[in-house]
């Protein structure tokens, strides 16, 4: 028998909402995975003692908020990380702080796995990367540069699945609004410069110690660059 959430029967009138809002708990409470198959509209029915077409309407408004999507004839949960909602100062500092947390529980072992694991070709494709941060750079060309920079690393852990995880990381940190807002307002333009030289300097340093296949010296510098660039844009941009 397959594992799976147990729904209480519905008793309120708004059915198809219930059912809406009781998967969506699920879904974004974890019990159901990123890429994993909800079940099937009959077993929902069952399940929910209710007729097919709430569960219908119900996955359709998950659907059209991008929690679900259909795969043939049958809906899996999105494989990405969820949207972050910015509407507010105090919000997007909140999302710079998150985000940056998310990266140094992984980013850091993706790191030190790369230095163990990279191959030759893999260390001088980071190195050669490393040097053409060259301040003063306008922010869309470091950003740029600083994702090939990031995924270049991510590639030589050795650990595709890891790599993947770490990529979708990236994906929520460069598509970040709350990034966006900070980095290119015109009145942090000076802020921005200092964290876009820093940036570079802890780039070299990193691929030097990549270079050196030394996971020690990759590890301290890792934390040391995430450390000045989140405090910086939590304490000096707005």
């Known amino acids: 028998m397959t594992d799976i959430p147990r729904f209480a029967p519905i008793t309120r009138r708004t059915i198809a909402q219930e059912i809406h809002d009781r998967l969506a708990d699920s879904i974004t409470g974890g019990d159901f995975r990123p890429g994993s198959q909800l079940p099937s509209e009959r077993a929902l029915c069952q399940?929910?003692?209710?007729?097919?077409?709430?569960?219908?309407?119900?996955?359709?408004?998950?659907?059209a908020e991008g929690l679900v999507?259909?795969?043939?004839?049958?809906?899996?949960?999105?494989?990405?990380?969820?949207?972050?909602?910015?509407?507010?100062?105090?919000?997007?500092?909140?999302?710079?702080?998150?985000?940056?947390?998310?990266?140094?529980?992984?980013?850091?072992?993706?790191?030190?796995?790369?230095?163990?694991?990279?191959?030759?070709?893999?260390?001088?494709?980071?190195?050669?990367?490393?040097?053409?941060?060259?301040?003063?750079?306008a922010i869309a060309e470091f950003r740029a540069l600083d994702r090939r920079f990031h995924w270049a690393?991510?590639?030589?852990?050795?650990?595709?699945?890891?790599?993947?995880?770490?990529g979708k990381v990236l994906d929520s940190l460069f598509g970040s609004e709350a990034f966006e807002s900070l980095l290119?307002?015109?009145?942090?333009?000076?802020?921005?410069?200092?964290i876009v030289a820093g940036a570079s300097e802890d780039h070299r340093r990193i691929a030097r110690a990549m270079a050196e296949g030394d996971p020690v010296a990759v590890s301290e510098a890792v934390v040391g660059h995430l450390s000045d660039v989140e405090g910086r844009m939590l304490g000096h941009l707005e």
Do not use: W
């Open 47 to 63: 399940e929910f003692a209710v007729a097919r077409t709430s569960v219908r309407e119900a996955i359709q408004g998950l659907v």
């Open 69 to 137: 999507e259909r795969r043939g004839n049958r809906t899996h949960v999105v494989e990405r990380l969820p949207g972050i909602d910015i509407s507010g100062e105090d919000i997007r500092k909140e999302t710079v702080r998150q985000l940056f947390e998310v990266r140094r529980v992984i980013e850091i072992s993706v790191f030190e796995l790369a230095a163990c694991r990279a191959t030759d070709t893999q260390r001088s494709e980071i190195t050669e990367l490393a040097g053409l941060f060259e301040p003063p750079m």
């Open 153 to 166: 690393i991510a590639q030589a852990c050795g650990n595709a699945l890891l790599s993947e995880l770490y």
């Open 184 to 194: 290119y307002a015109e009145h942090n333009q000076a802020e921005v410069d200092l």
